[in-house]
């Protein structure tokens, strides 16, 4: 399955972002798929995962009850709905697939290019 990141870009601390996670190939419909990010000079970390079938959401605590996590089976595309976003949430997101899931980057096989955020103070 292949994947393409969209939606990023500049949003002053406090707004919001929804970024795109569209699928092609394959259907997402057997993949838990999941959100990770990459500040700049760390190491990359979980955001959000779920199972694209199933209500089981993981969610990091950094950005529990702020972000979240949606998809359109109609369009094979996963949402990530960012609001009262922090200067510390700036980073490249990736999003990814993988057969199970789980909050650890290994298990996703499967990788979009990335999306940045820019969130400004």
């Known amino acids: 399955v292949q994947l393409q990141a969209s939606g990023g870009g500049l949003v002053q601390a406090g707004g919001s972002l929804r970024l795109s996670c569209a699928a092609s190939?394959?259907?997402?419909?057997?993949?838990?798929v999941g959100w990770f990010r990459q500040a700049p000079g760390k190491e990359r970390e979980f955001v959000a995962a779920?199972?694209?079938?199933?209500?089981?959401?993981y969610y990091a605590d950094s950005v529990k009850g702020r972000f979240t996590i949606s998809k359109d089976n109609a369009k094979n595309t996963v949402y990530l709905q960012m609001s009262s976003l922090k200067p510390e949430d700036t980073a490249v997101y990736y999003c990814?697939?993988?057969?199970?899931?789980?909050?650890?980057?290994?298990?996703?096989?499967?990788w979009g290019q990335g999306t940045l955020v820019t969130v400004s103070s």
């Open positions: 779920n199972y694209w079938t199933g209500t089981t959401t």
């Open positions: 190939g394959r259907t997402l419909s057997r993949y838990a």
């Open positions: 990814a697939a993988g057969v199970r899931l789980t909050r650890i980057i290994q298990d996703y096989d499967n």
